[in-house]
């Protein structure tokens, strides 16, 4: 930006003579004779300097001063005035941040030509100091971006390997937990293990924390109404003080047995009745009403078969009891949760 300066001045003569002064000078001079006009001028254009008498008309020389303080704060202003009081002279060095003060008469090409080149200094100082800042802001804001995009796939990298570590270990748990099952099951055991670790490792996966999440999570994945999918959850008394990890275990078994019915037949009402009035025995009833010739079709398919012995295996390493029964018209399952006070009570 050129050094440029803004010289207000209700006297006509005193403005050329300022202009005679400086006509020598490289740098751009514009003058107003009121304080309305150099207002209009301010709104267009910024000064480097500005050079302002008190008593203006229609807007005085205050009133100027604090408008540059609030939209053009790297101005210097420069007040060439006759008088000044004390109480003045305290505002505009304590509130109005005034660069110098002069009082008339003067001689514009001494210390006031030397105050001007001081305020075309101190306008670039405080330009160059914001731009600094910007610079060293946008800096900041670039390695925070890459710190947290390399945070990210650091995360997503060891995630993934996590995954394909845990699927390394899927065929050698079935063997080493000497699950009664024939080799077809075996690998539709494996195959289950595959579902539930690519649902668990899923990136935007949230465990459930508190029994609303539990049923919501259930609802929103089982329940699509152009289907003919509905779930109707009830509780009997709610959990008190859960042990850790608690409703993550239900969401999960709640999980694999719907999943076993969806199975089984595509279209279903089921009704998942909680009772956790009792702490050391808390009962899940899931009664499921599906259509006749999908039960049909499941007496008559072997794999829909072994899947549901294979998810009986799965559910008893969480539960006290698990029984699976499939009638013409429906498929029932109660079980009742493993807890600590029961393991206390077996102990």
Known sequence: MKDNVLFINRNHMEIQEFL?????????????DSGLEAAILLRKKNYKVVITGMNLSTYDGMKLLAYLNGYSPYT?????????????????????????????????????YHAIQDGFAYYDLRQAEQEEQKVLELKQKSIEDIETQEATATGEYEWKQMGQFMRRLLPWSVENFQIPLNEEQKKLFNVFEQKILDYYLELDYAACDNMEKVCGCIQEEFETDDMGQQVIVNIN?????????????????????????????????????????????????????????????????????????VVSCIVEAFTEQCNIEITPDRIVCQLQLRTEERKKTKL
């Open 20 to 32: 005679n002064a400086m006509q020598d000078y490289d740098f751009e001079i514009d003058t107003a």
């Open 237 to 309: 008394q709610r959990p008190v003080n859960p042990k850790t990890g608690f409703y993550e275990q239900l969401h999960f078994i709640l999980w694999i047995l719907l999943t076993q019915i969806a199975m089984i037949s595509p279209n279903y009402t089921v009704t998942v009745d909680m009772d956790f009035e009792l702490p050391f025995r808390p009962i899940i009833r899931i009664k499921a009403k599906v259509p006749e010739e999908k039960i049909k079709e499941y007496q008559e398919n072997r794999v829909v078969q072994d899947g549901v012995k």
């Open 76 to 112: 210097a202003c420069i007040v060439y005035t006759t008088t000044i009081k004390l109480a003045q002279l305290r505002v505009l060095v304590n509130e109005r941040d005034v660069f110098r003060i002069f009082l008339k008469p003067v001689n514009y090409r001494g210390d006031f």
